[in-house]
């Protein structure tokens, strides 16, 4: 009952294995994808901090209440040649003063500008940040996608040579009964068999690695069984390729070189802070309260409007408000030579994964031009080895090299498509 209850389970497991093609995958994983998830938090982070940057620039209420309580309840009222004239007693020794006051600020030194342009930046930066991520995270999902792909072909090709060989022992093992070939032949076989035995495991582990990768990313369960529909992947791919014209694109108007523009933006606006902390801040005032005596039957009432313009002005701080100007000038500077090395680097990965597109296009053909050969040459060596014309030892070392030249392929296919798709996420 276990047994069939088991199987049960196995098979339903199989049955109800998802099928993905690889732009589905790409669309969940940008669904679920947790990094992509706080990419977007971040981005509205930015937008809550630009929000209130334009706030500063507004009126403000507030509301002051003061408890006092005070040490003596008699009050001696002295001459101007300090003589005690008189004194009184106090009818509370405690009170409350209260009011409410609305500023607005005039004027402060460009900290409020200052603000708004390095919120804008900032916004700006953690919104190319979140495209980044996105751009990263299908990178990442196209590279596990076919890395399965890859290993499951060289593990169909490895299955179809452990079945040639196994079948080609069975025959030896017969033919040396007849002592019709040497116990050599048959050691030789059974070696590349082991061999090939091993390379499966290694391969199956690879699969099952890869695609663990793969649902971590798609944000699925990981002991869900996903199975991938075939890549179908173009020829010629650098025929859509306009490398000059993706050239100033990625230096205008990529992800990075935005990224890198903004930054500098960022620094600028501090620096414009930096400096308002040096001049001075003037707001215009309006409050309304005054002051009650409590637990008194002398009390009285002082409320009142009253309105004016503040001035707050540091006129000496041993130069620690200049410093800091200082170190923000220097890293407007820094920044700007951030952006001029990121500016560097954009041509030389852009022109670096251009040249890999081409190598690969060119190492594609040859690995198809060489899979052929092998296969022709498997075919007649085949022929050859069944009809005693070609020892044990060619037969082998010909099915090793068409099995290699399959597997080379597989590999060429998946870095060809990589590489184009790397080539794409630096002009995005």
């Known amino acids: 009952m276990k047994k069939t209850l088991g199987l049960f389970l196995m098979l339903s497991a199989l049955s109800f294995a998802r099928t993905l093609n690889l732009e589905e995958a790409i669309d969940l994983s940008l669904t679920n994808s947790k990094n992509v998830q706080i990419a977007e938090k971040n981005k509205k982070i930015g937008e809550l901090n630009l929000s209130r940057a334009f706030k500063y620039a507004l009126p403000t209420v507030a509301y002051q209440g003061v408890y006092t309580r005070y040490e003596h309840d008699t009050r001696e009222v002295y001459n101007e040649k300090g003589i005690n004239d008189d004194s009184f007693k106090v009818p509370s020794k405690d009170g409350y003063s209260s009011k409410i006051i609305a500023t607005y600020p005039i004027f402060q030194g460009g900290a409020i500008f200052g603000g708004i342009k390095g919120a804008a930046a900032q916004k700006n930066i953690l919104n190319y940040s979140f495209l980044k991520e996105k751009v990263d995270t299908r990178i990442r999902v196209i590279q596990y996608y076919s890395n399965v792909i890859t290993y499951e072909k060289n593990l169909e ?250 597997m080379n392929f597989n590999s060429a296919e998946s870095s060809y498509l990589l590489a184009f798709e790397n080539y794409r996420s630096l002009i995005i």
């Open 157 to 406: 090709a490895l299955k179809t040579s452990e079945k040639e060989l196994q079948t080609r022992m069975k025959l030896q093992e017969k033919k040396l009964e007849e002592r019709l070939i040497i116990r050599a032949d048959l050691l030789k076989t059974e070696y590349s068999l082991l061999d090939i035995q091993s390379q499966i495991v290694k391969v199956q582990n690879q699969i099952e690695t890869e695609k663990k990768n793969l649902k971590i990313e798609l944000g699925l369960n990981i002991n869900e069984e996903i199975d991938l529909e075939e890549l179908f992947i173009p020829e010629n791919l650098s025929s859509n390729i306009d490398f000059e014209k993706d050239l100033i694109t990625a230096k205008t108007q990529s992800l990075n070189a935005l990224i890198s523009k903004n930054k500098v933006e960022y620094s600028k606006a501090e620096k414009m802070v930096a400096l308002s902390d040096n001049l001075p801040k003037i707001s215009v005032f309006a409050s309304y309260g005054g002051t009650e005596r409590l637990h008194s039957s002398d009390t009285f009432h002082d409320e009142e409007w009253r309105g004016g313009v503040q001035i707050d002005w540091e006129l000496f701080s041993f130069g620690s408000g200049i410093d800091a100007y200082r170190v923000a000038r220097e890293n407007y500077k820094i920044e700007e030579l951030n952006d001029n090395i990121t500016q560097d680097n954009i041509e030389i990965n852009l022109a670096t994964a251009y040249s890999e597109v081409l190598r690969l296009e060119k190492y594609r053909v040859a690995m198809k031009s060489s899979l052929e050969a092998s296969r022709e040459n498997y075919e007649i060596d085949k022929k050859r080895y069944e009809a005693g014309l070609l020892s044990t030892q060619d037969y082998l070392n010909s099915e090793a090299q068409y099995r290699t030249a399959q």
